[in-house]
């Protein structure tokens, strides 16, 4: 079992940052790969970024590419997401996932962990 709990959402103005951070309760934390999902109000969750057990191979959507960038910290269990030039857009509540293996999806039917999400309101 894996407890992931997220921290760091919040209210920030349109260009601005914010760096979201997933802590995990195992001591196998190395063997997942890990997945930032968000979820706006009547709509779908969707994939935002992921990163694999080794830290290879970050992928991210393209609604997010060039401004977000994930991270993982093996040492501290705990896997980041820093978002530059924030958009009223990403406005959502932000999961973090995990999923045992190497292999990186963007569907959240792949992931079997989720915290319990962090709000990020992006004015304009």
């Known amino acids: 079992q894996v407890q992931l709990v997220e921290s760091g959402g919040g209210l920030v103005q349109a260009g601005g940052s914010l760096r979201l951070s997933c802590a995990a309760s195992?001591?196998?934390?190395?063997?997942?790969?890990m997945g930032w999902f968000r979820q706006a109000p009547g709509k779908e969750r969707e994939f935002a970024a992921g990163?694999?057990?080794?830290?290879?191979?970050?992928y991210y959507a393209d609604s997010v590419k060039g401004r977000f960038t994930i991270s993982r910290d093996n040492a501290k269990n705990t896997v980041y997401l820093q978002m530059n030039s924030l958009k009223p857009e990403d406005t959502a509540v932000y999961y973090c996932?995990?999923?045992?293996?190497?292999?990186?999806?963007?569907?959240?039917?792949?992931?079997?962990?989720w915290g319990q999400g962090t709000q990020v309101t992006v004015s304009s």
């Open positions: 195992t001591r196998t934390f190395s063997i997942y790969t």
């Open positions: 996932a995990a999923r045992g293996g190497d292999i990186l999806t963007t569907s959240p039917d792949g992931y079997n962990y």
């Open positions: 990163i694999s057990w080794s830290g290879g191979r970050p």
